[in-house]
């Protein structure tokens, strides 16, 4: 298959939830519904093992595929839960836990992690729990989560892993190459798809979507 260096896509969410700032989590459901319609059919199964509030799943549910995920936030899970046709296929819990969840193999994988600078010493994975404070130790969780994410996906499926750098005055964090890496470890890279938003906030030009397959 041969995959775009750019695309550009409007800076479209129609699924916008009502939590507040929480919701600027939200990818635009524009970056979903662009993938789902380019690498899946109708009736395959997305898998999202992080599900916030339900992004994927929705747009997947109104092409026509069949959402599957996993979130850990009981707040953002009962948000997409109680919207989605497919409620029974989500799961409220921890990504990293995704072999005994009872998947069935999965057609097609897109997702966006939550991210931290590299000076930070907490860890969204762990809730802030000391003992797995810091970049590494995040690093280290996500390569073990994309490990258990691999065992639920069919054979030459293919992986899109949303994913930005962050610029800090504190540092810059090359969080692209470092999720690649990390995601590395169970997939095989195929490209990293830049996509350029039309009519995004301030200072939110570009956005990265690496894609790998289960090869
Ligand atoms: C960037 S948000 C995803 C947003 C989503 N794409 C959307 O549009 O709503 C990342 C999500 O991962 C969840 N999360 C963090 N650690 C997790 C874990 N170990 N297992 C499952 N979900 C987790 C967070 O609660 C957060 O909602």
Known sequence: MQYPDFITLPYIQEYAAQHGEDASD????????????AYTKPKQRVFDPFMGFGTSAFVAEDLG???????????????????????????????AEI??????????C????????????????YGGDPEYAGYDAYLARMAEIFAAVKGVMKHNALI?????????????????????????????????????????PDGYALTHCLVFKNA
């Open 26 to 37: 939200q990818y635009p459901s524009a970056l979903p519904r662009h993938f789902i319609e």
């Open 160 to 200: 899109v892993v949303h994913v930005d750098n962050i610029a800090h005055k504190k540092s810059f964090t090359p969080l692209v190459r470092d999720m690649s890496l990390a995601v590395s470890r169970s997939f095989k890279p195929q490209a990293d798809v830049i996509i350029k938003w039309e009519d995004a």
């Open 110 to 125: 897109i997702t966006s992690p939550p991210f931290i600078p590299m000076h930070e010493n907490w860890n969204p994975l």
């Open 99 to 108: 072999g005994t969840y009872d998947f069935p193999m999965m057609d097609f």
């Open 65 to 95: 595929r069949v959402p599957y995920g996993v979130e850990a936030d009981g707040e953002r899970f009962e948000w997409s839960a109680g919207q989605l046709e497919g409620w029974q296929n989500i799961i409220c819990g921890d990504a």
